[in-house]
């Protein structure tokens, strides 16, 4: 939720590539062999971390690998940035961009720009980091700083936020951070028991729906059903209201997207005529006034019913409004936003993956719920290996947060594979997770999705390598960390996805394509559960 660094919607680069963008890195040795395999649009990379002016594992031990010069350089000032611009949105495109200088420097950690550049950002310049080795750097806030680094280079206007500096953007070290993520831990567990059947109700109205439109038209869109889907399930949830039966009705889902457009503009691309593209959305802020009117209709309805999460954070020191803003940012921005990537994610690669993953999750599913009385429990899912296996390989291919920032607090010495780069106090570093997490020195076949590749011993080895949540998966947010507050939540969510797929369905056909928003898919057939 709120913590996380760039979440959920920030991974709304107009587009997935569908080429193999790998860099000519040498192959990984062989880690795990698995045995169903799916080909996913491939990512890779190499290269690694260290922590203060030693690392890797334990600072009392000097590194081993050569010191070298951070390769890569950035330009002239305001050309060298428009340059780089030009170049991620347009010229390359985002992968090939870091494919194209990975191969260039032969190296996974080199210097380079990051948009928007001028004329909203005017510190553009970033050690880029790209494996699985070196990114981690990027969550280890006793050396590094995360202040205002939630977008990146640049940072929204508090306008967008009701005049707040949001959780998000607030480093741990701030008084604020701590009263803020408690808020957040409390929201998570106010309602707890309402998640589970609030979800099942939710997405049982979805899919009958679906099955209405499949009828009617011969395929559904999953993802327009999902969007409202999607936050009636949090309102319910979290707030105990159906926002059909208020004044919002049935108008979040558009009015979110539109206010994430302001708030993330700069990073972003329409897919409009170049020259027009970068004028409107990277070279100027969009007025905060223009949103202004709509955020208050979601402003309004967050604070007419989180009365009693309101309360709470009175007694912890904050005003109702910084309270609210929060709430509405976590709920919208990162929760909303995570179910609105994550969710086509796992129907796209559970869908394409064909009839015998979906046969073995049908069976592992009912088995599990039967055994535990006929009841869906948290009991009966942690008892679904290849479930949760399948949720977490979606994660590590396809993360709802791709790109990390962390600025250096002091110098210190950073580590890929190859080599290790000294990095001076101030300097900002950025990780593009999708080559951290396809790193082939950690995973066997990294841009393959092979559904259990974390079942078994040997397979939950490799969870402290998925980093979606702003932190390894084997780790927990705490109020000293920037994980994301609702980790565990996202997953939950997920995995009851995918349960409530096959408690209902023994199969189901989808058609993928490419959305603003991540993917686009249609459902084009369901085979009702026979069982």
């Known amino acids: 939720m709120a913590s996380s660094s760039i979440a959920s919607f920030s991974s709304s680069y107009i587009q997935f590539p569908v080429q193999n963008l790998s860099p000519k890195l040498p192959a990984a040795p062989n880690k795990i062999s698995k045995r169903r395999t799916f080909s996913a649009q491939p990512f890779i990379a190499a290269a690694a971390l260290s922590e203060l002016d030693t690392v890797a594992g334990d600072p009392s031990t000097p590194t081993k690998l050569p010191i070298k010069e951070i390769p890569g350089d950035y330009g002239l000032p305001f050309v060298g940035p428009w340059k780089d611009r030009q170049d991620y949105f347009y010229n390359q495109g985002r992968e090939e961009f870091f494919k194209s200088r990975v191969e260039k420097y032969q190296s996974t950690v080199f210097r380079s720009n990051m948009p928007p550049g001028p004329f909203i950002s005017s510190a553009s310049n970033v050690i880029i980091l790209l494996d699985g080795r070196s990114f981690p750097i990027l969550f280890d806030t006793s050396v590094v700083e995360k ?195 994550l969710f086509p994610s796992i129907v796209s690669l559970v869908g394409q993956a064909g009839a015998k993953l979906q046969a073995e999750l049908a069976q592992e599913i009912r088995s599990a719920i039967k055994s535990s009385g006929g009841k869906l429990t948290m009991a009966a899912m942690e008892s679904m290996p290849l479930m949760k296996s399948v949720v977490y390989e979606v994660l590590r291919i396809q993360p709802p947060v791709p790109l990390q920032y962390a600025k250096a607090k002091r110098d210190l010495v950073i580590e890929s594979h190859e080599a290790s780069f000294q990095v001076k106090a101030g300097e900002m570093m950025f990780g593009y997770q999708p080559f951290a997490t396809k790193d082939p020195k950690i995973f066997d076949r990294p841009e393959e999705f092979v559904p259990d590749r974390f079942v078994g011993e040997e397979g939950e080895k490799l969870l402290k390598h998925v980093l979606w949540s702003n932190g390894p998966e084997t780790e927990s947010p705490t109020i000293g960390n920037k994980q994301c507050a609702g980790k565990n939540f996202v997953v939950m969510g997920a995995r009851l996805l995918v349960v409530e797929l096959f408690r209902r369905y023994d199969s189901f056909d989808v058609q993928v394509g490419t959305s603003t928003l991540g993917s686009s898919v249609d459902i084009t057939s369901f085979q009702p559960a026979s069982s």
């Open 147 to 341: 202040k205002d680094l939630f977008t990146g280079t640049y940072m929204p206007s508090t306008e967008l936020t009701g005049g707040y500096r949001i959780l998000s953007y607030l480093d741990p070290s701030e008084p604020n951070h701590t009263k803020l993520k408690n808020l957040l831990f409390f929201l998570l567990t106010y309602r707890r028991e309402a998640i589970i059947p609030e979800f099942s109700k939710a997405y049982t109205e979805l899919f009958e729906g679906l099955e209405k439109d499949l009828a009617k038209n011969g395929k559904a869109s999953f993802g327009d059903a999902n969007d409202q889907t999607a936050f009636n399930f949090l309102a319910r949830a979290f707030y105990g209201v159906d926002p059909k039966d208020t004044k919002l009705g049935t108008d979040a889902p558009g009015i979110i997207v539109k206010w994430v457009l302001f708030n993330l503009h700069p990073i972003l691309t329409l897919g409009l005529p170049k020259v027009l593209d970068d004028l409107l959305l990277h070279t100027f802020s969009l007025p905060p006034s223009l949103i202004k009117s709509d955020y208050q209709r979601l402003y309004d309805f967050f604070y007419q019913y989180s009365g009693p999460i309101l309360d709470q954070a009175e007694k912890d020191g904050l005003s109702r409004e910084e309270a609210c803003h929060n709430l509405l940012f976590a709920t919208c921005f990162n929760s909303y936003g995570g179910f609105k990537i």
